[in-house]
């Protein structure tokens, strides 16, 4: 459960370099509703690191994760980062429509 626990705190650390990434982008595109989604990155980061400091036997914490995965990080990407991706689409056409007048 060592080496299960140690590889989560790595996996966690790369989900807070991923999120920094994503909240400077959200920053220079302008998107409007990055506080939400900075609250969504917290909330996940807090779920992970309480699934790991709270979970001892491995089969256990398979299944949590396996879970986990599903409920946030897979949710997040279809619902709240797809959000993102729309604004930034939405604001390019807008400028190539601008640029044409």
């Known amino acids: 459960m060592n ?12 989900l807070k370099d991923h999120a920094k ?6 920053k220079r595109i302008a998107y ?6 900075m609250k969504e990155h917290k909330k996940i980061m807090s779920s992970l690191a309480s699934l790991v400091k ?4 491995i089969n256990e ?4 994760f396996s879970d ?3 409920d946030n990080i897979i949710k997040h990407i279809l619902e ?4 993102y991706a729309n604004f930034k689409k939405k604001r390019i056409c807008f400028l190539y ?4 007048k």
């Open 3 to 14: 080496e299960v626990r140690m590889l989560s705190i790595e996996f966690l650390k790369q």
């Open 21 to 26: 990434y994503e909240e400077k982008y959200m």
């Open 32 to 37: 409007p509703y990055i506080d939400i989604h």
């Open 54 to 57: 709270n979970t001892s036997n």
């Open 61 to 64: 914490f398979k299944t949590k």
């Open 68 to 70: 986990f995965i599903d």
């Open 80 to 83: 709240e980062d797809i959000k």
């Open 97 to 100: 429509l601008w640029m044409l």
